[in-house]
């Protein structure tokens, strides 16, 4: 068996198809790093929005009755009462929200980037 064969047509040098295969290996590893990265980005901001749903606001806002001293008013109980609240405003005047769930992320997230 004649190995010049296994090199693509023309090339005969050995070391340049090495560089050609390390380049290649060297390719691979970065785009792997950087899938890698995306999805550590991505795993951050969504760490993030969580801990800012947790945040406690109590001493910030005048609420209602409905949360008793000893309980912290967090940013998730004062976007709960303001989804109920355009709800229940939408509902006197005969419309409806048929997602509720994305209606409510939908304000969660824009608060959330009119905060930061």
Known sequence: MNYTELFRKGETNTKETIERE?????ECKTKSLFKALEKLRIQRKKENFARWLKTDITDMV??????????HYLVRHMIEDLVHQVTKKLNDHGYTINQTKEFRDEIA???YKLSN
């Open 109 to 111: 997230s824009f608060i």
């Open 22 to 26: 390390n380049e290649n290996k060297v």
């Open 62 to 71: 005048n609420y209602d009755n409905s949360y008793e001293e000893d309980q």
